[in-house]
C-alpha cells in the first residue's frame, strides 16, 4: 500500500487531496515564521510561549467568523455582515450591561438575539427575495454598523476594572483565555454539522447545483436561511468575546473583519463557486493568516502592506482553486 502511494501515479493522488493545500501552506508560512522572526534574549520571538498563545487568542475571533462564512460560502452565498455583527454584539453588550446596568444574563441575551435576527434578515433577502448575496448582507454590514454607531452615539464604552466588575461580568467572561477554547469548540461543532448531519450535507449540495438540489427536494430556502442566520448568532459570540480581550464596546470594533474570515475559508480550500469546503482546512486557513500577521507584526511593517500581502494571498489562493477545478474537468 505505501507503495502505491510512492509510485508517480500514486503520488499524484496524494497532493490532489484537499487537505495538502491548506497544510502546506500553513507549513510554508510557519517555515516563513521561524526564518524571519526577530531575534530577544538569544531566542525566536516567534517561538516564544507567550507569541503562540497571542497568535491563537487573536485568530480566535476570526476564526469563529470564518466558521459561519465557511457554511454561507459552501451554499455558494457570501457574507459581508459578520465585521460589523460583531461590533454590535460588542457595542449592545456594553451598553445593556455597563451603562445601563442589566444582569449579565440578559445582556449576553440581547446581543446575541440581535446579531441572530440580523442574519435572519441577510437570510431572508437571499431566500425569499432572491438578492444577490453581496447586495443583501452589503445592506445589513451597513445598517447593522449605522445601528450600532447610533445606539452609543459612536462613541466607545469602555468596562470599569477591579473586583466589583469582575465579580459582576463572571470570571470566564472577565479571561482573555476563555476565547480559544471556545473558537476549538465552535469548529469542531460546526465540522460535525457539516460532514455529519443532514443539514451539512443539503448545504454541499445546494452549492454543487441549486437547481438540482430542489428538483431532488431539498428545502433550499431554508438551508440557506439557515446559514446565515447561523453566521449571524456566530458573529454574535464572537463580538462577546472581543469583548473580553478589548475590555470594551466599540462600534467601530470589527473593521474588514469580513475580508479575514473570507480569506480564512479561501485558504482552507472552500470554494468561492460553493459545493466545497470544511472546517478543517478553515481552521488551517485561519491559523496561516494568523501567523503571517503576527510575523509581519513582528517585523514592524506597515499595516497598509500587510493587507497588500493578504489581498495576494487571496488570489493565489483562488487561483489555485480555479486550476484544481480546470484540472478535474
Known sequence: MLENRLRPGGLKRVFEQEWVRPLGTLLFVVVLATVFSPHRDGQLVFWQSRNLFNVLRQISEIGILAVGMTLVIITGGIDLSVGSLLALASTLFAFTFVSHEWSLGAALAVALVATTLFGLVSGLLVSRLRMQPFIATLAVMTGSRGFAKWLVENKT??????????????????????????????????????????????????????????????????????????????????????????????????MSYELDA????????????????????????????????????????????????????????????????????
Not at 480564512?264 to 491559523?287: E, F, H, Q, R, W
Request: hydrophobic share 50%; with cysteine.
Open 157 to 254: 464604552i469602555d468596562f470599569p476594572m477591579g473586583e466589583e466588575y469582575t465579580a459582576r461580568v463572571a470570571d470566564f467572561l472577565a479571561r482573555q483565555s476563555v476565547v480559544i477554547p471556545t473558537f476549538a469548540c465552535i469548529a469542531l461543532l460546526g465540522a460535525i454539522l457539516l460532514n455529519r448531519t443532514r443539514f451539512g450535507r443539503y448545504a454541499v449540495a445546494i452549492g454543487g447545483s441549486e437547481e438540482a438540489a430542489r428538483l431532488s427536494g431539498i428545502p433550499v430556502r431554508r438551508v440557506k436561511m439557515g446559514v446565515y442566520v447561523l453566521s449571524g448568532f456566530l458573529a454574535g459570540i464572537a463580538g462577546l468575546l472581543h469583548c473580553a480581550q478589548s475590555h470594551q464596546g466599540s462600534s467601530n470594533a470589527g
Open 262 to 329: 473570507i480569506a480564512a475559508a479561501v485558504i482552507g480550500g472552500t470554494s468561492l463557486a460553493g459545493g466545497k469546503g470544511g472546517m478543517l482546512g478553515t481552521v488551517v486557513g485561519a491559523l496561516a493568516l494568523g501567523i503571517l500577521s503576527n510575523l509581519l507584526g513582528l517585523r514592524n511593517v506597515d499595516e497598509n502592506v500587510q493587507w497588500m500581502v493578504k489581498a495576494v494571498i487571496i488570489v493565489i489562493a483562488v487561483w489555485l482553486q480555479m486550476v484544481g477545478m480546470k484540472k478535474k474537468v
